[in-house]
């Protein structure tokens, strides 16, 4: 079944680049997560993407949300990556795409006549509660991470008063 807004994000712990494992409950401790799967460190859409989400971290944490990617690269790729670049969030190792086949973005695609299993670029944009606030599948890389600091924006805005509305 794939996932869709409003889903509870399954949960999921994954090693790092920096050695240690991370868990979606830790992230997301009263703060909004940026969840972004892309498919291979150190290439031109993916770095772009990186980068892009590295530009724009302050804003993102001001809105009081935290970034995290995952690949199936290997856990000292992502530190290669992450230094290279000077990436400020953590990018998880998911070999075997067990956590990108849970999240329905470990998909069949083709290259030049050749078919195989990849991440299909996907963010989740997960509210503190656990919920799958917005969901943006096949990512285009130009204007994503501005479209999506604004999104979380108008969500933060929308969210007390949804709170306050609750509480009557």
Not at 63 to 89: C, E, M, R, Y
């Amino acid at each position: 079944m794939a996932l869709k807004e409003g889903d509870k994000a399954p949960p999921f712990t994954l090693p790092s680049g920096e050695g240690k494992n991370v868990s979606l409950d830790e992230l997301r401790k009263d703060r909004w997560v940026v969840l972004y799967f892309y498919p291979k460190d150190d290439t031109p859409g993916c770095t772009k993407e990186s980068c892009d989400l590295r530009d724009l971290n302050k804003q993102f944490q001001q809105a009081g949300a935290v970034i995290v990617g995952v690949s199936p690269d290997k856990a000292a790729s992502h530190q290669k990556f992450t230094a290279k670049f000077a990436l400020p969030f953590p990018l998880l190792s998911d070999e075997g795409a067990k956590v990108a086949t849970t999240y329905g973005v470990w998909k069949e695609k083709s290259l030049y006549g050749r078919t195989y299993m990849g991440i299909e670029r996907t963010t989740f944009l997960i509210s503190p509660d656990g919920r799958i606030a917005r969901l943006y599948p096949k990512v285009k890389v130009d204007g994503h991470a501005e479209a999506l600091l604004a999104d979380l924006k108008t969500l933060r805005q929308a969210q007390p008063a949804a709170a306050k509305s609750t509480r009557r």
